[in-house]
Nanobody, 125 residues
């Protein structure tokens, strides 16, 4: 059974940093792409944040987080990270880890098959 478990969320002041982690289990993800999405308060849908190919390390980020957020993977630990710097109040959201088969990072949530339960990130002004 595939499991994605996020951790690392919390409350931080604007300008601060957080590092989210996504621990994976239940299968080999070497041919998968891992993504991070977020759902802001009052928003119905989850927005793309970043994605990375597990095999190549090729990554892409949303324009809104470029230069501030970095996605990475630790293959030996089966874990994906999202380093978030220079956080803004508008980054407040529940952050979800997701996985999809295929080696190309994708930005559309509908292309992801597996999802974690989410972790809350709150940025105060």
């Amino acid at each position: 059974q595939v499991q994605l478990v996020e951790s690392g969320g919390g409350l931080v002041q604007a300008g601060g940093s957080l590092r989210l982690s996504c621990a994976t289990s239940g299968r080999t993800f070497s041919d998968y792409t891992m993504g991070w999405f977020r759902q802001a308060p009052g928003q119905d849908e989850r927005d793309f944040v970043a994605a990375i190919s597990w095999s190549s390390g090729s990554a892409t980020e949303a324009d809104s987080v470029k230069g501030r957020f970095t996605i990475s993977r630790a293959s030996a630990k089966n874990t994906v990270h999202l380093q978030m710097n220079s956080l803004k109040p508008e980054d407040t959201a529940v952050y979800y880890c997701a996985a999809r088969p295929g080696r190309l990072p994708k930005m559309h949530r509908d292309e992801y098959d597996y999802w974690g339960q989410g972790t809350q990130v709150t940025v105060s002004s």
